[in-house]
C-alpha cells in the first residue's frame, strides 16, 4: 500500500484525512502545525496526538520530508542541492545566504516548456510538473530551512506553468494555519504566460518579477514564450495592477553582448516602461554548454544602468552567486553539477 504524504497538504485536507481515519477533524489541525510550524519529520513527535492515532498516521502516512541527495557548495557560499523525486527524476534547489537575508531559489518543474536560448534548463526539455509536496519539500527540507528569509520561485521551470501547485505552496507558506510567512518574503518569476500571469497576480499578493531579455520583438528570437503573449501586451496587463506599495514588480534583464545591451536598447526599454512603478535587475549572462552567446562587459552594464537610471527607471545590477558551482541564473539542470 503506498502510504499518503503529508506535506504540501493544506488545512481542509488535512482535517478530512483525520475523518477518513476516524481521528477529530481538529487533528488535521494539530498535524498542520507539527508539520509546517514545529517543522517535525516523526509521528512520535506528535505529542499532543494520542498514541493510537500516531500509530494510526504511521500505518497509513508518511510526512514525506526527504533531504537532498547531493550538495555543492560555491567559493561565494552558495549552496546548491540536488533531489531525486519517487519516479527518479531530479530537480536543483539553490540557498543564497547574503548578510542579514537568506534565499531559497525553487524549482517548480523537472525541465522546462519554455526553451529560452540562454537557460539551461530549457535545454533539458520538459518532463513534468512538480507535485505541492515535491515543492515544499525543498523549503522544509534544506539544511538552513529555518534561516530562510526569502524565497523565489526561480528555479527549474516556469512557475505559471505549474500554478495550482505553486499557489497551493504560497497558500500553506503564508496562511496562518501554516508558515505564516509575509507575502512579500516570496517572489515569482515568469516568462509570462497571459493566463497564468494574470491569475498569479489576481489571486496572490507575492512580488512578481518578469523575465524580459529584450525591449521590443526580438525577445522573440530567444525566448519563443513572446510570440504567444507579446511583451507589448504584457506590459498593457501590469499597468491595469497597482505596484506602488506592498507589492514589488521587476524585470529581469539578462546583459548579451551586441545582441540587447547597446544605450539604444536602454532608451527603448525605459520607453517601454515609462510611468511604470517597478525596478529592472542587469543579469550577467552566465554561459552554458553548445550556445555562443556571451556576457556584456561589466562597463556595458554599467552604462545601461546609469542610462536607464537617468531615463527615470530604477535599474540595479545583481551580484552573480553560485556560478562556479552551476548555481547562477539560467544554469539549473537536473543533473550533480561541480
Keep these: 500500500m503506498q502510504k499518503k504524504v503529508l506535506v504540501g497538504k493544506d488545512l481542509s485536507e488535512l482535517k478530512q484525512l483525520a475523518q ?48 537532498p541527495i547531493h550538495e555543492v557548495v560555491s567559493q561565494d557560499g552558495t549552496e546548491k542541492y540536488l533531489f531525486r523525486l519517487s519516479d527518479g527524476c531530479t530537480v536543483e534547489t539553490v540557498y543564497i545566504p ?37 515543492i ?112 514589488r514588480l521587476s524585470f529581469e534583464y539578462i546583459m548579451l553582448r551586441g545582441v540587447n545591451d547597446s544605450i539604444e536598447d536602454a532608451t527603448k526599454l525605459s520607453e517601454l516602461l515609462k510611468g511604470l512603478d517597478c525596478r529592472v535587475n542587469l543579469i550577467r549572462y552566465h554561459a552554458i554548454p553548445g550556445i555562443s552567446l556571451q556576457s556584456s562587459t561589466y562597463e556595458t552594464i554599467e552604462a545601461f544602468r546609469d542610462e536607464l537610471n537617468r531615463k527615470g527607471v530604477v535599474a540595479t545590477i545583481r551580484a552573480s552567486r553560485g556560478e562556479d558551482v552551476s548555481a547562477a541564473c539560467g544554469m539549473l539542470a537536473s543533473q550533480k553539477g561541480k
Design 20 to 67: 477518513e481515519l476516524r481521528m477529530p477533524a481538529f487533528t488535521g489541525k494539530q498535524i498542520t502545525e507539527w508539520l509546517y510550524q514545529k517543522r517535525i519529520t516523526e509521528f512520535s513527535a506528535m505529542t499532543n496526538i494520542s498514541k493510537q492515532n500516531r500509530d494510526k498516521l504511521e500505518e497509513e502516512c508518511c510526512v514525506g520530508v526527504e533531504p
Design 98 to 134: 547574503d548578510r542579514e537575508r537568506a534565499t531559497l531559489c525553487v524549482s517548480s518543474q523537472v525541465g522546462c516548456k519554455m526553451n529560452c536560448l540562454f537557460c539551461m534548463t530549457g535545454k533539458q526539455g520538459f518532463q513534468r510538473n512538480l507535485t505541492p509536496a515535491e
Design 136 to 247: 515544499i519539500n525543498q523549503i522544509l527540507a534544506v539544511p538552513h530551512s529555518e534561516q530562510l528569509t526569502n524565497i523565489v520561485f526561480m528555479g527549474m521551470g516556469e512557475p505559471t506553468d505549474n500554478l495550482d501547485s505553486v499557489l497551493k505552496v504560497i497558500e500553506i507558506l503564508t496562511a496562518p494555519w501554516g508558515m505564516a510567512w509575509s507575502p512579500k518574503r516570496i517572489t515569482l518569476s515568469t516568462v509570462g504566460i497571459r493566463k497564468g500571469l494574470q491569475r498569479f497576480l489576481d489571486e496572490s499578493k507575492c512580488h512578481l518579477a518578469v523575465s524580459l531579455h529584450a525591449p521590443d520583438g526580438r525577445r522573440a528570437k530567444y525566448m519563443p514564450a513572446e510570440k504567444a503573449f507579446p511583451i507589448s501586451d504584457m506590459i498593457s496587463m501590469l499597468r491595469e495592477y497597482d505596484f506602488s506599495h506592498q507589492r
